[in-house]
């Protein structure tokens, strides 16, 4: 049976998407390690453990808070475009869009330097043993959990054989590994030594740069050297507002944070309590918000170095009030963006960590599509990500194709504090339900007073376009894709998983929304994993999603 009750402890507490991955941060912490420490070495036993939702060859971004100084850093670790990679190669090579998938969807990887970056500014161990957990499991190998047997199975065919390095890794002797078999990725583990004895200039500069660039280079790629070597991540100050006196802290652009803050304001304006948990009532105006906060997330959020973002008057309460002004309690309005990507299998992971002295790693890590370019990098054992397929090739969209220019991100890792200090960190994959995600977890502890475990468990929605092609039906992942969808095929629907009662599907109809049911326990509706803390005694409460192979685990 299902449990509702969190992990408590009063040390240490880790949060990730796979069992061996929370294993792996226990293990750092136990050896003295710090929460950052313990985060990079999670993160990475991820990239063995779930290969299609995170890689070395991905992005990062992390939230930090640094308990000595009493201070919030945002990390961005996203690539930017190869410099070739502009409109005109497209135009020259009659190339309407980017592909999907493929070398030409391949933008700079940051996840690594994002991982160094972090360790040498607060790590505490020598990277050797931060790496140590991953390196094993990917040389020892790991038995493949039910959720990514159905992962390998269902991209086997259209994605792991159509590259030789990739089918090479994923497909041994030719075929998926099942469920309970075992996985081994030699070349990954040898690639995390030499990061490990040599840091982030081996990935960037040295020997696995040039494999990388070779064989993308071979798939027809324009991915180069001088691109990895410009590379650098960023510090950025994180976005935050207020809702019923906590304060929320959000990714700034070019992630969607701040379309998680935009709906929180617009929320506070009403009494949601009185509303009811997860009434047809609170939904609609959940709905409501997030289709005016997502309206603007998708004219506004791109790269700040290349667009400019109104973002003090998005957050201001003043506009929330303006929006707010649009709902009609009674009644759900019309709204369609065309621009879409189909939803496709998990393409992210979060975790989150918090360790003794009360330092707080909030991270997600990416590849954009489950098993993203669909490219390992030789014999580096990398998986690449196709990040460069969010570009539009529409140069009136705020997310046009330029090089150097890092695309618009879905990711967002959230850090709330009470007071002044953590009270809870969270974070989910599901790409454009992200925002919408974050915001069900938020009101379920601040308005409804569920623990947090309660709140990860509780029946979720999602509100997007439904595309109907060949009796199959797909949610589409997010309004700023480079792939047009004709707007007769697409209509916004909420998607509901069949847990919640059918009276609110129903009162959903009669306010007019176009319900749709998913299965109970879908990845469409994300991964979340989050920590409660309790300032005054240090008791953390961990909370793992059961939509995938999640576990909490503290001391």
Same mark, same amino acid.
């Given at each position: 049976?299902?449990?509702?009750?969190?992990?408590?402890?009063?040390?240490?507490?880790?949060?990730? $998407?796979?069992?061996?991955?929370?294993?792996?941060?226990?293990?750092?912490?136990?050896?003295?390690?710090?929460?950052?420490?313990? $985060?990079?070495?999670?993160?990475?036993?991820?990239?063995?453990?779930?290969?299609?939702?995170?890689?070395? /060859?991905?992005?990062?971004?992390?939230?930090?808070?640094?308990?000595?100084?009493?201070?919030?850093?945002?990390?961005?670790?996203?690539?930017?475009?190869?410099?070739?990679?502009?409109?005109? *190669?497209?135009?020259?090579?009659?190339?309407?869009?980017?592909?999907?998938?493929?070398?030409?969807?391949?933008?700079?990887?940051?996840?690594?330097? /994002?991982?160094?970056?972090?360790?040498?500014?607060?790590?505490?161990?020598?990277?050797?043993?931060?790496?140590?957990?991953?390196?094993?499991?990917?040389?020892?190998?790991?038995?493949?959990?039910? &959720?990514?047997?159905?992962?390998?199975?269902?991209?086997? %065919?259209?994605?792991?054989?159509?590259?030789?390095?990739?089918?090479?890794?994923?497909?041994?002797?030719?075929?998926?590994?099942?469920?309970?078999?075992?996985?081994?990725?030699?070349?990954?583990?040898?690639?995390?030594? #030499?990061?490990?004895?040599?840091?982030?200039?081996?990935? *960037?500069?040295?020997?696995?740069?040039?494999?990388?660039?070779?064989?993308?280079?071979?798939?027809?790629?324009?991915?180069?050297?001088?691109?990895?070597?410009? !590379? !650098?991540?960023?510090?950025?100050?994180?976005?935050?507002?207020?809702?019923? /006196? *906590?304060?929320?802290?959000?990714?700034?652009?070019?992630?969607?944070?701040?379309?998680?803050?935009?709906?929180?304001?617009?929320?506070?304006?009403?009494?949601? &309590?009185?509303?009811?948990?997860?009434?047809?009532?609170?939904?609609?105006?959940?709905?409501?918000? &997030? %289709?005016?906060?997502?309206?603007?997330?998708?004219?506004?959020?791109?790269?700040?170095?290349?667009?400019?973002?109104?973002?003090?008057?998005?957050?201001? %309460?003043?506009?929330?009030?303006?929006?707010?002004?649009? +709902?009609?309690?009674?009644?759900?309005?019309? !709204?369609?963006?065309?621009?879409?990507?189909?939803?496709?299998?998990?393409?992210?992971?979060?975790?989150?960590?918090?360790?003794?002295?009360?330092?707080?790693?909030?991270?997600?890590?990416?590849?954009? *599509?489950?098993?993203?370019?669909? +490219?390992?990098?030789?014999?580096?054992?990398?998986?690449?990500?196709?990040?460069?397929?969010?570009?539009?090739?529409? =140069?009136?969209?705020?997310?046009?194709?330029?090089?150097? %220019?890092?695309?618009?991100?879905?990711?967002? =890792? $959230?850090?709330?504090?009470?007071?002044?200090?953590?009270?809870?960190?969270?974070?989910?994959?599901?790409?454009?339900?992200? =925002?919408?995600?974050?915001?069900? #977890?938020?009101?379920?502890?601040?308005?409804?007073? #569920?623990?947090?475990?309660?709140?990860?468990?509780?029946?979720?929605?999602?509100?997007?376009?439904?595309?109907?092609?060949?009796?199959?039906?797909?949610?589409?992942?997010?309004?700023?894709?480079?792939?047009?969808?004709?707007?007769?095929?697409?209509?916004?629907?909420?998607?509901?998983?069949?847990?919640?009662?059918?009276?609110?599907?129903?009162?959903?109809?009669?306010?007019?929304?176009?319900?749709?049911?998913?299965?109970?326990?879908?990845?469409?509706?994300?991964?979340?994993?989050?920590?409660?803390?309790? =300032?005054?005694?240090?008791?953390?409460?961990?909370?793992?999603?059961?939509?995938?192979?999640?576990?909490?685990?503290?001391?």
């Amino acid at each position: 049976m299902l449990s509702d009750q969190p992990i408590f402890g009063s040390h240490a507490m880790v949060s990730c $998407a796979h069992y061996l991955a929370t294993r792996a941060g226990l293990q750092v912490l136990e050896r003295g390690g710090n929460a950052v420490d313990a $985060a990079v070495a999670a993160n990475a036993a991820m990239t063995v453990v779930y290969p299609s939702t995170c890689s070395a /060859g991905g992005d990062v971004f992390m939230l930090i808070w640094e308990a000595r100084n009493r201070r919030l850093h945002a990390l961005n670790g996203s690539g930017r475009a190869p410099r070739a990679l502009a409109p005109e *190669y497209f135009a020259a090579h009659s190339l309407r869009e980017i592909p999907a998938i493929g070398p030409l969807s391949i933008t700079v990887p940051g996840a690594v330097d /994002g991982w160094f970056e972090a360790l040498e500014r607060f790590g505490r161990l020598p990277v050797e043993e931060v790496f140590a957990p991953a390196i094993a499991y990917a040389e020892e190998g790991i038995p493949v959990s039910p &959720k990514l047997a159905g992962w390998l199975e269902r991209a086997a %065919k259209t994605v792991l054989q159509r590259w030789e390095a990739t089918a090479r890794v994923f497909l041994p002797g030719g075929r998926p590994p099942g469920c309970g078999d075992i996985l081994r990725q030699p070349d990954l583990a040898r690639t995390y030594r #030499l990061l490990a004895r040599e840091g982030r200039e081996a990935f *960037y500069r040295g020997p696995l740069a040039r494999t990388i660039v070779d064989y993308v280079q071979r798939c027809g790629g324009v991915l180069s050297l001088e691109d990895l070597q410009a !590379h !650098h991540s960023d510090w950025v100050t994180p976005l935050s507002t207020t809702y019923r /006196g *906590y304060e929320v802290f959000e990714f700034p652009p070019n992630s969607q944070g701040l379309t998680v803050l935009e709906m929180l304001n617009i929320l506070e304006g009403y009494d949601l &309590k009185a509303l009811g948990y997860q009434s047809p009532e609170t939904l609609h105006l959940m709905i409501e918000a &997030k %289709k005016l906060a997502f309206a603007d997330r998708d004219r506004y959020i791109s790269d700040p170095a290349f667009v400019e973002i109104p973002v003090e008057r998005l957050l201001s %309460k003043a506009y929330a009030e303006q929006l707010r002004a649009r +709902i009609n309690p009674e009644r759900a309005s019309f !709204h369609v963006e065309v621009e879409s990507e189909p939803e496709r299998d998990g393409d992210t992971m979060y975790l989150c960590v918090v360790d003794r002295e009360g330092n707080a790693v909030s991270l997600i890590q990416s590849l954009f *599509y489950s098993w993203g370019s669909g +490219i390992v990098a030789g014999e580096s054992g990398v998986l690449l990500h196709n990040r460069g397929a969010y570009f539009s090739l529409n =140069p009136r969209h705020v997310n046009y194709l330029q090089p150097g %220019k890092r695309t618009m991100h879905t990711l967002t =890792p $959230a850090l709330v504090l009470r007071d002044g200090e953590p009270f809870l960190v969270l974070g989910t994959m599901g790409a454009d339900a992200q =925002p919408q995600i974050h915001v069900q #977890l938020l009101t379920a502890v601040i308005d409804f007073g #569920l623990n947090i475990q309660q709140a990860l468990n509780a029946p979720r929605w999602r509100s997007g376009l439904l595309l109907q092609q060949g009796g199959r039906r797909q949610l589409l992942q997010g309004q700023q894709g480079a792939h047009p969808v004709e707007e007769h095929a697409a209509s916004e629907v909420v998607a509901l998983e069949q847990r919640f009662p059918n009276a609110v599907a129903l009162g959903l109809e009669v306010l007019g929304h176009r319900v749709t049911i998913w299965g109970p326990w879908e990845d469409d509706m994300g991964h979340a994993q989050a920590i409660l803390l309790t =300032p005054d005694s240090h008791v953390l409460q961990g909370a793992a999603d059961p939509r995938c192979d999640g576990l909490a685990l503290g001391w």
